[in-house]
């Protein structure tokens, strides 16, 4: 089956500077890949989603990455502010996620004021 | 306003007891989902559905099952509690597979 692999674990970063988190995954019939924040106690919510036939993808700070060839996708982060401190999680799943997703460990990305 | 419940929010229970964990959503999603989160392992599917009358086995199923009576409930069922079920647990839906999967508030298990 599918496998993700997410880094890093923790990231601290001051703010207004920029966050970048990667995912590797192991199928290459994967099609879709979601990310999706998590805040401490609440349930886990989609930030962005791109799908393998787009190379990248953004909505205002936030942006992702896909390179099909290299079997990897990043989350990018612009400008970051407090808010933005939260769990995040990369997925990855073939048939567009009609199978369900298949997570990373999940980064906690910790803003410093 | 159309939303995705579970229920109950939180539970402990022991050993070898029969629990069910309720799903109920009112979009009229076809796709439903059963995820549990643990620290160090993300989330992991368990169970998931097409439709009415349609389950599948997820990444994580041994000692769970789920029954799809209708479209807007999936009820996930651990037919002897074992402590290593201690765990939340997700619920999640969507309307198709192009559309984004909306997660439940979660339901903190605890097998004591």
């Known amino acids: 089956g599918e496998n993700v692999e997410q880094h890093p674990s923790t990231l601290s970063v001051q703010e207004g500077d920029s966050a970048v988190i990667k995912c590797t995954y192991s199928d290459s019939a994967s099609n879709y890949f979601p990310w999706y924040k998590q805040e401490l106690g609440k349930r886990p919510q989609l930030i962005i989603d791109i799908r393998s036939n787009v190379g990248e993808k953004k909505d205002q700070r936030i942006a992702v990455t896909l390179n099909k060839t290299a079997k990897h996708f990043s989350l990018h982060i612009t400008e970051t502010q407090p808010e933005d401190s939260a769990v995040y999680f990369c997925?990855?799943?073939?048939?567009?996620?009609?199978?369900?997703?298949?997570f990373g460990k999940g980064t906690h990305l910790i803003i410093q004021p | 306003d159309a939303e995705i419940t579970q229920s109950p929010r939180h539970k402990i229970t022991e050993t070898g007891r029969q629990v069910t964990l309720a799903c109920h959503q009112t979009w009229n999603h076809n796709n439903m989902f059963w995820y549990r989160q643990d620290l160090g392992h993300g989330l992991r599917l368990i169970h998931y559905s097409y439709g009415v009358q349609d389950t599948n086995k997820g990444e994580v199923s041994d000692g769970y099952s789920v029954s799809r009576s209708n479209t807007e409930d999936l009820p996930l069922t651990l037919e002897s509690a074992a402590s290593s079920q201690t765990s939340v647990y997700f619920c999640?839906?969507?309307?198709?597979?192009?559309?984004?999967?909306?997660f439940g508030p979660g339901t903190r298990l605890t097998v004591t």
């Open positions: 997925a990855a799943s073939m048939r567009g996620g009609a199978d369900g997703l298949t």
């Open positions: 999640a839906s969507s309307e198709s597979p192009v559309h984004e999967q909306y």
